[in-house]
């Protein structure tokens, strides 16, 4: 079961993810790193599952073409249509000039 993982397994799971695509491509770690602006002991602990920094990962996606990967890491947040039925309204009051009496 996917959450069942351990963070170093979603670690190694996304390190042979990024390296197979890297392989797919026929791109060799130092031309990646180049074509991302990253350091290349950045693109090797990636791919050995050693993390590296989230712009790391961020401009290595983007170097392989695949951006869209953060989308799904962090969808927008959104309120279920269901939840805004049920919610109850917020009463709001009508603020009274203080110190002045309509007449």
């Given at each position: 079961?996917?959450?069942?993982?351990?963070?170093?397994e979603?670690?190694?799971?996304?390190?042979?993810?990024?390296?197979?695509?890297?392989?797919?491509?026929?791109?060799?770690?130092?031309?990646?790193?180049?074509?991302?602006?990253v350091?290349?002991?950045?693109?090797?602990?990636?791919?050995?599952?050693?993390?590296?920094?989230?712009?790391?990962?961020?401009?290595?996606?983007?170097?392989?073409?695949?951006?869209?990967?953060?989308?799904?890491?962090?969808?927008e947040?959104?309120?279920?249509?269901?939840?805004?039925?049920?919610?109850?309204?917020?009463?709001?009051?009508?603020?009274?000039?203080?110190?002045?009496?309509?007449?």
């Amino acid at each position: 079961m996917q959450e069942d993982k351990t963070p170093e397994e979603w670690a190694i799971a996304l390190s042979r993810q990024v390296r197979d695509l890297r392989l797919r491509q026929n791109i060799d770690q130092q031309r990646l790193a180049e074509q991302a602006g990253v350091a290349l002991n950045a693109m090797k602990n990636l791919e050995n599952g050693k993390g590296t920094t989230v712009a790391s990962l961020i401009k290595l996606l983007r170097a392989l073409g695949r951006v869209e990967w953060l989308s799904t890491l962090a969808p927008e947040v959104s309120i279920s249509p269901m939840l805004l039925l049920r919610a109850k309204p917020v009463r709001q009051r009508a603020s009274s000039a203080r110190g002045k009496r309509n007449v």
